[in-house]
T-cell receptor
Framework: DTAVSQTPKYLVTQMGNDKSIKCEQN?????MYWYKQDSKKFLKIMFS???????INETVPNRFSPKSPDKAHLNLHINSLELGDSAVYFCASSPGSPASSYNEQFFGPGTRLTVL | AQSVTQPDIHITVSEGASLELRCNYS??????LFWYVQSPGQGLQLLLK??????LVQGIKGFEAEFKRSQSSFNLRKPSVHWSDAAEYFC?????????????FGTGTRLLVSP
């Protein structure tokens, strides 16, 4: 199936740990994103990459570090996890260049992170 | 900066009744507008989008939305709701002139469908 996939779907961990969430898209898109959805369902963009280059970096703690090994993958690494990091994290992708025109974003199924 | 307001946190509709979900946006230029649906435990699925042209746009699953510039609104409608439509609905605006794509979401409206 052509889609945006994320692993794991659920992640439960202790405060202070380091964890990663992986995202892959096989849609041939050039741009990928990470969003955070908090407990009130509010969705906010965190990062965006175009062809492995960081183009959007919202006000996100340095403990969050995205890594794009190739344009089909955008992983999110989180250091020293805190209680407030508990949320659902969504990966998304869109075709084309983000600087040329607006393109539809396709979302993954989400990763529910719970920090204890 | 652009923003989106969805004034209704919850809406309950009887199955078979019509539906309208409200969305108001704030943006200096003509916006790109989207409606996404999130079923429980699922990711977001695009229902429809408005970029330009006809202000009444048709989407999937029988949904439609109308862009009204004078009211800065992009309300979502469906003539007859099905139980499977129960979900969270998000309106979003895309920034066109910032140089890079960025979606700004509203806080969502949870739709409950009663038998």
């Amino acid at each position: 199936d052509t889609a945006v996939s994320q692993t794991p779907k659920y992640l439960v961990t202790q405060m202070g740990n380091d964890k990663s969430i992986k995202c892959e898209q096989n849609l041939g898109h050039d741009t990928m994103y990470w969003y955070k959805q908090d407990s009130k369902k509010f969705l906010k963009i965190m990062f965006s990459y175009n062809n492995k280059e960081l183009i959007i970096n919202e006000t996100v703690p340095n403990r969050f570090s995205p890594k794009s090994p190739d344009k089909a993958h955008l992983n999110l690494h989180i250091n020293s996890l805190e209680l407030g990091d508990s949320a659902v994290y969504f990966c998304a992708s869109s075709p084309g260049s983000p600087a040329s025109s607006y393109n539809e974003q396709f979302f993954g199924p989400g990763t529910r992170l719970t920090v204890l | 900066a652009q923003s989106v307001t969805q004034p209704d946190i919850h809406i309950t509709v009887s199955e078979g009744a019509s539906l309208e979900l409200r969305c108001n946006y704030s943006y200096g230029a003509t916006p790109y507008l989207f409606w996404y649906v999130q079923s429980p435990g699922q990711g977001l699925q695009l229902l429809l989008k408005y970029f330009s042209g006809d202000t009444l746009v048709q989407g999937i699953k029988g949904f439609e939305a109308e862009f009204k510039r004078s009211q800065s609104s992009f309300n979502l409608r469906k003539p007859s709701v099905h139980w499977s439509d129960a979900a969270e609905y998000f309106c979003a605006v895309g920034a066109r002139n910032t140089g890079f794509q960025k979606l700004v979401f509203g806080t969502g409206t949870r739709l409950l469908v009663s038998p």
